[in-house]
Structures are given as C-alpha cells and as structure tokens.
C-alpha cells in the first residue's frame, strides 16, 4: 500500500492517537473501515465508536469488515463516547478503535441544553481532558485509537489556510499521525462513477517523516 510508504513505519503505529481529516465525501470512514478490515484479518479486536449514527454495515462488508466480529457503539453524548473509548483502552482486550467523527462528539450540556445557548470550548475542554487519560492508557494496552475529523472554515482568516480541524487542539498536539484525504478525482467504468480517486498527505508523523504522499 502507498500509504504504508508514505507513513515511513509500515502502517498505523500502535499505542499512539491518530487523526485522519478531510473534507466530506473524501473517503475518511472509507480508510478507516480498510484499517478495520487488515486489522481483523490479523486476528486484531477492533471497536468502532459510531458516534454519527452513520455506519453502513453492508457497504463495511463490502470493504471486508466481519461485521459480526466488529464491537459498535453508537453513544448519545461526546463524553460517553469518550468514556468508552477509555474504558476498551483500559480493558487491554481491543486492539484498534475508530472513533467517527470528532465532530460528532457533542458535549452533554449542549444536548441537554436550549437551542441559541452559548457553549463556547465546551467540546475543546472536554477533547483535552479525555486526551491526557487515552493517551496514557493507550500506550500501556497498546491500542490504537484513530479519530475521523471534519475540516471548517476559519472566518475572517486574509493570509493562510483558512481550514481548521474541530475540537480544538488537544487531538492536534496528541496525535502521533495525521493525515489529510482529499478526493481527486473519480474511478469510471464506462461512463459509470464506480469510485474515487483519493490522495492522503501525511501532515504529521511522530514514528517517521512527515509531509509524504500517497
């Protein structure tokens, strides 16, 4: 796989926080679900936290995804999905875990909150303090936790790039990978669209150089 060129180690490092961000339709749970599927063709426990309500069990089949060996959880707050995230960590028994998507991750407060109130952070504190306990605990189990992320505009930015990732920085400085996907094109048969075409930028890497493509 040119990604495994492009990362430089031979894969996805385990122990570690990855991040894979882009903007819609580019193919991020695509990769993942692909992730998911070498995983458990090596025998690996994987989870997938769903936190978008959005996973397509036959399009995962389709990837290669044993569905029935696959644990899913599709949790009603951002907190409870971290907490689950933590707790598998902990449990030593799964080896990789998606979380779809950091987006998604909507504090309690904000759910349980009125339409037009204000929750300036709310969703960058509650990032930060579940990173400092995954990071830890994910390093003594070994896991692999990957994080799906959306791209938004910076308002009012005139000089450089306007996109940001959300929830904050804490994912940003946590992560030992991540990398950037973007559609480039479409894969036709005929005049049918059957794919796409996708290119993935490593724009940060702990375990081997970074800014390579694939």
Do not use: W
């Not at 830890?136 to 450089?160: A, D, P, Y």
């Amino acid at each position: 796989l040119s990604l495994d060129i492009a990362l430089g180690a031979g894969g996805l490092p385990m122990g570690r926080i990855v991040e894979i961000y882009g903007p819609e339709a580019s193919g991020k749970t695509t990769l993942t679900l692909q992730v998911i599927a070498a995983a458990q063709r090596k025998g690996k426990t994987c989870a997938f936290i769903d936190a978008e309500h959005a996973l397509d069990p036959v399009y995962a089949k389709k990837l290669g995804v044993d569905i029935d060996n696959l644990l899913c959880s599709q949790p009603d707050t951002g907190e409870q999905a971290l907490e689950i995230c933590d707790a598998l960590a902990r449990s030593g028994a799964v080896d990789v875990i998606i979380v779809d998507s950091v987006a998604a991750l909507t504090p309690k407060a904000e759910i349980e909150g009125e339409i037009g109130d204000s929750h300036m952070g709310l969703a960058a504190r509650m990032m930060s303090q579940a990173m400092r306990k995954l990071a830890g605990n994910l390093k003594q189990s070994n896991t692999l936790l990957i994080f799906i992320n959306q791209i938004r505009m910076k308002i009012g930015v005139m000089f450089g790039n306007p996109e940001t990732t959300t929830g904050g920085n804490a994912l940003k400085f946590y992560a030992s990978v991540r990398l950037d996907i973007r559609r480039i094109g479409a894969i036709k048969e005929g005049d049918n669209v059957v794919g796409s075409e996708t290119r993935v930028k490593v724009v940060k890497n702990k375990i081997a150089a970074p800014f390579s493509q694939a």
